[in-house]
Structure formats: structure tokens, C-alpha cells
């Protein structure tokens, strides 16, 4: 059973440990552009080598902005494939992330993709 986490500093929390972890398996980290349909962006970047992935963050002003894509994004700007961004409070059913709380393996917290409405 999982629990939908919607108090903003356990969401908050739930954030830094995330990129915490994600930092800890980054052989490169820094400043890079990001590429969308029809622009770029700059954001903070980690590179996962060990599973040929990146990882971007960037608070917005409702969201935790989580993108990933493969390939180094230090090489080249590269594509965006995924984005999931937890709302910064309660439950936000436009976005397309939540952070939940398992409730039967001691309490272990996840991202997971939604679907917007």
C-alpha cells in the first residue's frame, strides 16, 4: 500500500534525499542545457554513467522539475525523455509525479510517474 506524500517539507525532504541518492552515482555533475521540442533549457544535471542516463532538476514555482534522458548531457545538449515533477505541496493532479510512501516496507519513499489530468 502506498501513501501520496502532500505535507511540502516532507516533499521537500523527499527531493533532496532523491537527488542525495542520484548524486551519489554520478560520476559528472554541473551546469548544462537541456533540449524540448522547440527550445533548451539550463538546469542542474547529474550523469549516471553505470546506466547510460542523466537526471536535471529545477525547483519551479509549483513543482519539483525531475527530467531524464540518456546519454552524458555534458557531450552534446541532449533530448529530454521523461519528465516527472512532484507538485511542492499537497497533490496536484497537473502534474505528473508524486512522491509516495510505502507503507509496508518500513516506510521506504519513491518517485513515481503519474498520469496528468
Not at 525547483?59 to 516527472?84: K, M, Q, Y
Request: glycine share 10%; hydrophobic share 35%.
Amino acid at each position: 500500500m502506498y501513501e501520496i506524500l502532500t505535507n511540502p517539507e516532507e516533499i521537500a525532504d523527499a527531493q533532496r534525499r532523491f537527488q542525495k541518492q542520484v548524486g551519489s552515482v554520478s560520476r559528472q555533475a554541473g551546469d548544462t542545457a537541456l533540449g524540448f521540442r522547440g527550445g533548451s533549457v539550463s538546469c542542474h544535471a547529474s550523469w549516471l554513467p553505470e546506466h547510460g542516463m542523466w537526471h536535471g532538476h529545477r525547483e519551479l514555482e509549483r513543482r519539483h522539475w525531475n527530467a531524464f534522458g540518456f546519454g552524458n548531457p555534458f557531450d552534446r545538449t541532449p533530448s529530454i525523455v521523461v519528465e516527472i515533477c512532484p507538485p511542492l505541496k499537497g497533490i496536484d493532479r497537473r502534474t505528473s509525479g508524486v512522491f509516495v510512501r510505502c507503507r509496508d516496507d518500513h516506510g521506504r519513499v519513491c518517485l513515481a510517474l503519474t498520469a496528468p489530468t
